[in-house]
């Protein structure tokens, strides 16, 4: 493969690294944002119209994105010959990444589903039941560490510190 094959392929990963990345964060910010807005209507039907969204955008960009991130990620650090254990920004990136996962499958996802059942039974007249809005708490919460440790990534891609 001559150099310029090399640099096109580095171009095309990194290029799919960051809309990776867009997809992934973009939808963890927007879904938190409608989520934060249907739930301060106090409207079941608005609520449960969010609540299902954040399920079906979650399976659509949010894992869409990750895949994308952990491909690409790994590709390019075999590609470029760079040990992910021993490459400090990398490694700390690695780390943010797989906790920020963690989160989501071990807390966040389960969450959701939970929400998203729950949401299933509003009817209009009534109110939304209490075990809602403590879910809601827990999802924002654990929410909030699990977008704040990937944007911290940011810093760690672009800047690339030696120690």
């Not at 963890?28 to 079941?44: E, F, H, L, Q, S």
């Not at 071990?106 to 969450?111: D, E, G, K, R």
């Amino acid at each position: 493969m001559d150099a310029s094959t090399s640099y096109d392929s580095y171009l095309i990963l990194k290029g799919l690294h960051l809309l990776g990345m867009v997809l992934f964060l973009g939808n963890i910010i927007i879904t938190a944002w409608w989520k934060v807005m249907a739930d301060k209507t106090r409207k079941p039907d608005v609520i449960a119209f969010a609540q299902r969204q954040v399920t079906l955008t979650d399976y659509v960009f949010t894992a869409t994105g990750a895949g994308l991130i952990i491909g690409t990620g790994m590709w390019q650090t075999m590609q470029q010959g760079l040990d992910i254990h021993n490459t400090y920004w990398l490694n700390w990136g690695y780390w943010l990444f797989m906790v920020s996962g963690l989160i989501w499958a071990a807390i966040l996802i389960p969450l959701q589903f939970k929400q998203a059942k729950l949401a299933k039974t509003f009817q209009n007249d009534q109110p939304i039941p209490d075990q809602y809005w403590k879910l809601n708490k827990l999802w924002m919460g654990f929410g909030t560490l699990a977008t704040l440790l990937p944007l911290l990534n940011i810093y760690w891609m672009v800047a690339k510190p030696l120690t």
